[in-house]
C-alpha cells in the first residue's frame, strides 16, 4: 500500500461579522477586532419579557451579489452561475457559495482544467435549516398550500453539497457530516480522508453558517450554554463582552460565520503548479461515550494527542493552539486542565487564543473558520490577541495579550469540541515545516 | 401579390385578456421576473412555456406558488402539469378568482 498521500491547503475563504475574504479577516486577526455587540432587548412574546443573548456577531449587511463582485479574480459567467443558482437560496446556503467561491479562486482552480470528476464537497454541519424552517412555517400558516416549493429543497442541509456541486461544476464525492460544535473539524478530517483514500485529489471542505432559529436560541439560553442578556456587561456600554478564559465569562455568544479551505494532495498541487499555503498534518476524532453537554479533559487530551501523533509531532513543536474556548465557565476550565495535561504546567508553552472571541462560536462552521484563522496567522507569523481576556480564570496557560504577538509558527493545533462528548483536534503545518 | 406562406396563420392568443385573466397575467409575469430576473420578459406571452423562458422545475413551482398565495386562491397541484404555456396557467388560475 502506498503512502498516505500528504494534505496541503491551497485556498482558503472566509465569511463572518469581522470579515469578507481573508484580507479584511487577517486585518481583523492582527487588530484583535470583535464582531459582537449587544443586540438590544428582543421583543416580549410572553407575559414577561425574556431575556435574548448577551451579544451577538452577526454578519454585516451581507449581500450575495455584493460579495461575489468582491471577487476580481472571479469569472463573469462563474458569477451570473452562482447568482442564477443561489439567489434564492436560504442564507447559509448564499454564504456557503461566497466562501467556496473565494477559496476556489485562491486555488486557482477557476482557471484549471482539473477533471471535476476528482473534486469532491465536504459541507460541515447539521440541522442548518432551522430558522428558514421556522420562517417557512410562519409563511405556511395561512395556507399550507403557499409553502413555496423550493422548501423540500431548501430544508435538506444537503442542499448545501447540491448547490455547491452546481456553481461549481463538482462531480466527484459529496456529502454533510455533523459533529455540533466541532462540525468543522469533522468536515476537515473527511475531506482529508477523502483524499486519503485516493477518492479525490481535491476536496473543498465548507463550514456552514449557523443562522439559529429562534427555539434553537431559546434552547441554548435555557441550557446555560449562551450568554444570556441581563446578566450585567451589555448594559455597560463601556463594557466588553468577557472573552474566553476571562474570570467574567459565563456563556458562549452565537456567531454567524462560515469559511472553506480547499485541501489537495500535495502530488495534485504540484502538477497544477497551485500556490501551498500549509498542510493539514494531522487529526483525531475521540468520543467521552457520553450524551451530555459535559466536556471531559480526558477525551480532550486524548484528541490533541490523537492529531499530534498522526502528524508524527512532540507537544514541544507546537508553537500555537487554537482553542476550542466558548467562553462557557466549564468547557474553558477543561480546556486548560486538557492543555496543561498535554503541554504541561510549566511556562513556555504553546501560545493559545480563542477566535470565538472576535467572530463569536460559529457552531458548526467554527472550526473552518478557526483553522483559516489559524493559516492566516501562521502565514502572517502573529497569534491574534485575545480582546476582553483581562483576568484569566487559569493563568496556566500561555495566552496572548491585548496586541497580536510576533509568532513563527511551524505547527499549530485547533481544538474543536462539541456537546455529547465529540472531541476533535487537528494539527496545521507552515508549508515549509 | 400574395405574401410567401411560411405555415400555418397563427391565430392571436386572446387567452388571458379579460379584466380577471389580465390580473392573473400581469401577477404571473410579475413572479416570473421575481423568481429569474435575467430572463427576457418580451418572450413573456401566452403561448409560451415557463419552460421555454429558461425557468426550472422549482423555479415554475414557485412562481405558480406565488402567483396563487397573492390572488388568495388555491389549485390543486395535480392541474399542473409539465408543458402547459403560460396562456393555460393563466386559464387554470382564473377559474378559481
Redesign the interface.
Known amino acids: 500500500m502506498s503512502p498516505a498521500p500528504r494534505i496541503a491547503v491551497t485556498g482558503l475563504g472566509v465569511l463572518c461579522s469581522v470579515g469578507d475574504g481573508v484580507t479584511e479577516f487577517a486585518e481583523s486577526l492582527r487588530a484583535g477586532r470583535s464582531g459582537l455587540s449587544a443586540p438590544g432587548p428582543t421583543p416580549a412574546s410572553g407575559p414577561a419579557p425574556t431575556p435574548g443573548p448577551a451579544f451577538t456577531a452577526s454578519l454585516r449587511d451581507f449581500a450575495l451579489d455584493r460579495s461575489l463582485d468582491a471577487l476580481p479574480q472571479l469569472p463573469a459567467a462563474l458569477r451570473?452561475l452562482a447568482l442564477?443558482t443561489a439567489?434564492?437560496s436560504p442564507l447559509p446556503v448564499q454564504a456557503a457559495v461566497t466562501v467556496a467561491l473565494q477559496a476556489w479562486g485562491q486555488a486557482g482552480l477557476h482557471e484549471a482544467a482539473e477533471a471535476r470528476e476528482r473534486t469532491g464537497v465536504v459541507v460541515a454541519g447539521s440541522n442548518l435549516t432551522e430558522r428558514y424552517t421556522e420562517n417557512s412555517r410562519a409563511r405556511a400558516a395561512p395556507?399550507p398550500?403557499?409553502?413555496?416549493?423550493?422548501y423540500a429543497?431548501h430544508h435538506q442541509d444537503t442542499d448545501h453539497v447540491a448547490t455547491l456541486s452546481r456553481v461549481l461544476g463538482i462531480t466527484g464525492e459529496g456529502f454533510t457530516v455533523g459533529g455540533a460544535s466541532a462540525s468543522g473539524n469533522v468536515g476537515l478530517v473527511n475531506g482529508a480522508r477523502m483524499l486519503a483514500v485516493g477518492a479525490a485529489d481535491v476536496c473543498l471542505v465548507v463550514g456552514a453558517l449557523s443562522d439559529l432559529s429562534e427555539l434553537q436560541t431559546r434552547g441554548f439560553l435555557t441550557l446555560g450554554a449562551m450568554a444570556v442578556a441581563g446578566a450585567g456587561d451589555e448594559d455597560d456600554p463601556a463594557e466588553r463582552p468577557a472573552a474566553p478564559f476571562d474570570i467574567r465569562h459565563r456563556g458562549f455568544h452565537p456567531g454567524q460565520g462560515a469559511a472553506c479551505l480547499v485541501l489537495e494532495t500535495e502530488d495534485s498541487a504540484l502538477r497544477r503548479g497551485a500556490a501551498v499555503l500549509g498542510r493539514l498534518a494531522g487529526h483525531a476524532i475521540a468520543l467521552d461515550g457520553n450524551h451530555l453537554a459535559a466536556p471531559s479533559a480526558d477525551g480532550e487530551a486524548r484528541a490533541m494527542r490523537g492529531a499530534l501523533a498522526a502528524a508524527g509531532l512532540a507537544p514541544r513543536e507546537v508553537a500555537y493552539v487554537s482553542a476550542h474556548g466558548t467562553g462557557s465557565p466549564l468547557g474553558d476550565a477543561t480546556e486548560t486542565a486538557a492543555l496543561r495535561d498535554v503541554f504541561g504546567a510549566a511556562g513556555g508553552g504553546p501560545w493559545v487564543n480563542a477566535t470565538k472571541g472576535l467572530t463569536g462560536h460559529c457552531l458548526a462552521a467554527a472550526g473552518v473558520v478557526e483553522a483559516v484563522a489559524v493559516m492566516l496567522q501562521i502565514q502572517g507569523g502573529f497569534v491574534h490577541p485575545n480582546p476582553g481576556l483581562d483576568k484569566p480564570a487559569d493563568s496556566g496557560c500561555r495566552f496572548s495579550g491585548t496586541a497580536a504577538a510576533p509568532a513563527g509558527i511551524a505547527f499549530a493545533l485547533s481544538n474543536g469540541f462539541g456537546f455529547g462528548g465529540i472531541n476533535t483536534s487537528v494539527a496545521l503545518a507552515h508549508p515549509d515545516a | 401579390m400574395t405574401r410567401p406562406s411560411f405555415g400555418p396563420e397563427r391565430t392571436p392568443d386572446t387567452r388571458g385578456t379579460d379584466d380577471a385573466g389580465e390580473r392573473v397575467l400581469a401577477t404571473l409575469r410579475q413572479n416570473t421576473a421575481e423568481?429569474?430576473?435575467?430572463l427576457d420578459l418580451a418572450l413573456f406571452t401566452p403561448d409560451r412555456t415557463l419552460s421555454e423562458l429558461g425557468c426550472n422545475s422549482?423555479d415554475r413551482?414557485?412562481i405558480?406558488?406565488?402567483t396563487?398565495?397573492a390572488l388568495g386562491i388555491?389549485v390543486p397541484v395535480h392541474e399542473f402539469h409539465q408543458g402547459l404555456d403560460i396562456g393555460t396557467l393563466v386559464e387554470i388560475m382564473r377559474k378559481q378568482l
Open positions: 451570473d442564477r439567489r434564492r395556507n398550500a403557499y409553502l413555496p416549493a423550493r429543497l | 423568481v429569474v430576473p435575467e422549482i413551482a414557485d405558480v406558488t406565488m396563487m398565495e388555491v
